[in-house]
């Protein structure tokens, strides 16, 4: 809130005094990574470049100002790659300090970096936070989740029965645990991971598993795997949230005793279940053999109970009021998943599967939890050894096509391939995930645009934007302080828990942020108060692209190095050998198909006893 007032004061000062106002970068610049700020009221003038000493080492001249919409607002692009030397600097225009110290070292993003991953263990259910690993925002056990309800939606005959569905992270501001989310989270992680392995290898986190022999950033994930891997039905489906049946208050976790369960069983679920598995079953077996052949067997169990139950959607039971992410499609979650499980086995059923969901160019969507064509791209892309010409000729159409897109977006003043069609809830994760489109367009490429494209948004969440605020928790002069984010609000520590990236500005956001939201300038459509989750809420496919982005970016300049195309080969499983938990199906429908019928596609299901049920495509019964 501090934050929103300086925003006000600066605002109120360019108009009464024809200030120069600068947004920046708070956190810092990579020494040979581009470095530009945004500059309104300066077109013409001289901005100046001073080190601690007050020495000037470089003068640019501020070039003429143009629009950027989201901000309203038109503003000069300094650009200052030049200045390559570590150390901090300030610019100046006349006599007048403007923007923040600017802070040049090699590993400028490392910190923010780790933050963002650390974030993960400060998410993790079932644990107890040491002060070791915690610091003051140590906090007891909470949610043990050892024995689990399943609810009526689950199908499940004995509702009386608990089962451990424990570890896991809290999606985000709230204490539940959801299959999908998780799905597209873990993915971008496992896949900073493979795409930077010598510098994750060995970067430490602080975490309980630090100085074993495994990464400390799969150690995290596994985490979060081992959970996803209890939420596996007998019969192969994958259950669609572990919840309690309504959103608990603003405390910590171990204040939180109402009962929780397994609520639902899905195909989005099950099929995204089905992807992170398979990628699991490759990256872990160098580590863990053995807990990599599970995930692949569990891999292939889920990909049987889907192909049994196309259109098994989630619907949010009466009684339940926790997030849903339920979406009418499950298309693109079993071309993703068909592109991980056919990676690991090379199997032709796999890839007919694959086949029946090309990468077609009406496909070619920004991923988010909701829509995932863009995972199977990048998967297949940068793996042309396991697929065929015309799968990896697709997959990069769509990453180009898309990357190409965000690039034709740049030219404004404040240098960003960020439009008004991006601010909505979870604005900031939308940027962040097409930061990882234009990283893949990078490395598939080697063209220098891309990356820095990317560049470009990672320095908007950290505080080249309108509000002059760094968008993550604990980064950044003027910082985000007052999160949606139970444990944050719970404790007694005034900052919020850091390394979190709250969800940003959004211009159709209906709570407590209402009277903040500009529709002439969607960027500024955000308010710094807990109370406003449509636009300052924290959530785990948040975080988990500006894990990649700041991770890849910082791996990549640390380095010298981009991951090479293509450069490793997948573990392969044999999935003949997978049992395929038939004996489960006897239970379930007889058999389903699509129909047309009163002017509408719906399915038609048989039950054994021949007695029919019709659903639309949404998985809604209809009487
Ligand atoms: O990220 C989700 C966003 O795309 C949806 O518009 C919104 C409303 O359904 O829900 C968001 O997800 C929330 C989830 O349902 C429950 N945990 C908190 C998530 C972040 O706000």
Redesign the pocket.
């Known amino acids: 809130m501090i934050t929103r007032n300086a925003t006000i004061l600066s605002a109120f000062a360019v108009t009464a005094a024809l200030a120069v106002t600068s947004y920046q970068n708070q956190v810092g610049f990579i020494s040979d990574a581009p470095k530009q700020i945004a500059v309104v009221g300066a077109a013409g003038e001289d901005v100046v470049f001073k080190d601690a000493e007050g020495k000037t080492v470089l003068t640019v001249t501020a070039p003429e100002a143009s629009m950027w919409k989201p901000a309203n607002e038109e503003a000069s692009l300094v650009d200052f790659s030049e200045l390559k030397t570590p150390g901090t600097y300030y610019a100046f225009v006349g006599d007048d300090s403007i923007g923040h110290p600017i802070n040049i070292s090699d590993n400028a993003l490392e910190g923010v970096t780790k933050a963002s991953l650390k974030f993960f263990y400060f998410q993790r259910s079932s644990i107890e936070l040491t002060e070791e690993f915690a610091g003051k925002y140590a906090r007891p056990m909470g949610t043990p989740d050892t024995a689990v309800m399943y609810h009526s939606s689950t199908g499940k005959e004995d509702l009386t029965a608990t089962f451990n569905g424990a570890k896991g992270w809290y999606?985000?501001?709230?204490y539940?645990k959801?299959i999908v989310?998780s799905g597209i989270s873990t993915y971008t992680l496992l896949q900073l991971y493979r795409q930077n392995r010598a510098y994750f290898d060995t970067l430490n986190l602080n975490i309980p598993e630090s100085g074993n022999d495994v990464p400390d950033i799969l150690d995290e994930i596994r985490w979060n795997i081992e959970w996803m891997l209890t939420m596996q039905d007998d019969d192969g489906g994958v259950f669609h949230k572990l919840t309690t049946k309504q959103?608990a208050g603003m405390v910590l976790p171990d204040k939180v005793t109402k009962q929780r369960y397994a609520i639902g069983k899905s195909i989005t679920a099950t099929r995204d279940f089905v992807a992170v598995t398979a990628l699991a079953a490759d990256i872990y077996k160098r580590f863990d053999p053995e807990f990599a052949e599970k995930c692949a067997v569990a891999a292939g169990k889920a990909r049987w109970w889907s192909k049994q139950n196309p259109y098994e959607f989630f619907t949010q039971p009466r009684d339940v009021g926790?997030?849903?992410?339920t979406d009418a499609s499950a298309a693109d979650e079993f071309a993703w998943s068909s592109a991980e499980f056919y990676r690991i086995t090379g199997n032709k059923d796999i890839l007919e599967d694959l086949h029946q969901y090309k990468l077609t160019k009406g496909r070619h969507k920004l991923q988010?939890?909701?829509t995932v064509f863009a995972l199977a791209a990048f998967t297949i892309a940068t793996d042309p050894v396991a697929f065929d010409e015309e799968d990896v000729g697709l997959a990069r159409d769509f990453i180009f096509d898309l990357a190409d897109t965000y690039i034709k977006q740049l030219d404004n003043g404040y240098g960003l391939a960020i439009d008004n069609g991006d601010f909505?809830?979870?604005s900031n994760?939308v940027v962040a995930n097409k930061g990882m489109v234009l990283i893949h367009a990078y490395i598939l490429s080697d063209e220098k645009k891309y990356l820095d494209a990317a560049q470009g948004i990672l320095d908007y969440l950290l505080g080249r934007n309108p509000l002059d605020l760094s968008f993550v928790t604990g980064w950044g002069v003027n910082q985000v302080m007052n999160p949606?984010h139970r444990p944050s609000e719970g404790d007694t520590v005034v900052a919020p828990v850091p390394g979190m990236l709250v969800?940003g500005p959004n211009s159709t956001a209906d709570d407590c942020a209402k009277t903040y939201v500009d529709s002439e300038a969607p960027a500024k459509s955000y308010y710094d108060n807990s109370c406003s989750?449509?636009t300052n809420?924290?959530?785990i496919?948040?975080n988990a692209p500006l894990a990649y982005l700041a991770g890849s970016l910082q791996a990549i300049y640390a380095t010298g190095k981009k991951f090479e195309v293509g450069s490793d080969t997948s573990a392969v499983y044999d999935i003949t050998a997978i049992p395929a938990a038939r004996t489960a199906l006897k239970t379930r429908a007889a058999g389903d198909r699509l129909i047309f019928k009163d002017n509408s596609v719906r399915l038609e299901r048989t039950l054994r006893d021949g007695t029919k049920t019709y659903f639309d495509l949404r998985g809604k019964a209809i009487r």
């Open positions: 999606d985000a501001g709230d539940g959801y989310n959103f926790t997030g849903t992410y988010g939890w909701q909505y809830w979870g994760s949606h969800g989750y449509a809420e924290v959530a496919n948040w």
